[in-house]
């Protein structure tokens, strides 16, 4: 893990400098003590270093923060982070560091030496140091669920925003995030866990393998977040109000509006273009962004991909019945420029994959 977080740094640190790749290296730093104070622990270095047993646990609460200001750098509009919300992020470490206090302070090198054999432990300073540890890992989970609860949001609000202007997600949502977000839970809450068995004695072999499978999810973060390309101001969209914007269009007007969008489809078939976007849309029938996305969620109840995309798969399925083309042609010709997205949106539109669908279409006919 330590070479795999020196080598993600410096490819990080070659790379054009942008919010997004800074953040990125606080973070892979960051991780790069915490492994360093398990390898402490674990190759049993403490021995000759007591004093830096623990010294990681501080610093290790930030990774919740870095984490999200990292997805704030990534995918939101508002690129500046304000320094309430970095001093915010300082109350987890320093509740720590108050935590430790009694530890820190209050035993020499000695008798935190004593404390890792069950014959030499101190009763009364072991239960000092499993109180230590149990407030520590409370502090982390707790710190850290928020932050983890707030970087989720900053990826729904992404991808909504996208699903609201483009025809066309997958290149700019990061999908991967939410995946490897939910990893990073599972490794740092088994971390957490496993102070109270490592003090107590308790075999719980499940402990060895998480080394092998934090580093697996470390590799993963890293190659996925080092290649993910910088995304655009116009991929991140304008800030979301913090208010619902009221309605500003009559009935009448939203009953145009929405003619005038089924017949550019029928008519045009504007669906066809795979890079079609709310902006093409508004050009095409002179109609403002706005309206047609207020006349999309309040009238015909659904957003810019979800119309667009209804439009491409009803085209393939007349395709697939009434014709033998290859289903990748079908999926080009439709306007889908990925297989997994049109392959996805297809099944929850018919409850089908393309391929079960033609043959279900050909069991009918004949």
Not at 79 to 93: E, H
Not at 148 to 158: R, T
Not at 160 to 183: G, H, K, P, T
Request: proline letters at 5%.
């Amino acid at each position: 893990m330590w070479g795999v977080i020196l080598l993600a740094l410096v490819q990080a640190v070659s790379k054009p400098k942008q919010p997004q790749t800074t953040y990125l290296i606080v973070l892979l730093l960051l991780l790069l003590i915490h492994v360093s104070g398990e390898l402490i622990i674990y190759s049993g270095a403490y021995q000759y270093f007591p004093a830096l047993v623990g010294m990681q646990m501080p610093v290790r609460i930030l990774l919740g923060p870095a984490l999200f200001f990292y997805a704030c750098a990534t995918m939101s509009p508002t690129l500046s982070i304000s320094k309430k919300s970095y001093a915010f992020a300082m109350i987890g470490p320093v509740v720590a560091i108050l935590v430790m206090l009694p530890f820190v302070t209050g035993f020499t090198s000695e008798e935190k030496l004593a404390l890792a054999d069950p014959a030499t432990r101190n009763p009364e300073h072991f239960k000092i140091a499993l109180y230590t540890c149990i407030a520590n890992m409370v502090v982390f989970m707790a710190f850290n669920a928020i932050y983890f609860f707030k970087a989720l949001q900053v990826h729904i609000k992404h991808r909504q925003q996208l699903m609201d202007r483009f025809s066309e997600i997958q290149s700019r949502s990061l999908d991967w995030f939410r995946v490897m977000l939910a990893l990073w839970g599972i490794v740092w809450l088994c971390y957490a866990l496993s102070y109270i068995p490592t003090l107590t004695g308790w075999k719980l072999p499940w402990l060895d393998l998480l080394p092998f499978f934090e580093a697996f999810v470390l590799i993963a973060f890293a190659q996925l977040a080092l290649n993910q390309p910088i995304l655009t101001k116009a991929d991140k969209g304008p800030p979301v109000p913090e208010q619902p914007r009221s309605a500003t269009l009559n009935q009448d007007r939203m009953d145009a509006i929405s003619v005038e969008l089924k017949n550019v489809m029928h008519e045009k078939q504007l669906f066809m273009d795979e890079e079609l976007s709310l902006n093409k849309l508004s050009k095409a029938i002179g109609v403002s962004e706005n309206h047609i996305s207020e006349t999309l969620s309040q009238k015909l109840k659904t957003n810019f991909f979800q119309f667009v995309n209804g439009y491409r798969i009803a085209a393939a399925e007349k395709l697939l019945q009434e014709t033998d083309k290859r289903i990748s042609t079908i999926q080009y010709e439709v306007g889908f420029n990925s297989k997994s997205t049109f392959n996805t949106a297809f099944k929850k539109s018919t409850g089908l994959t393309p391929s079960l669908y033609r043959k279900k279409s050909a069991l009918v006919t004949h």
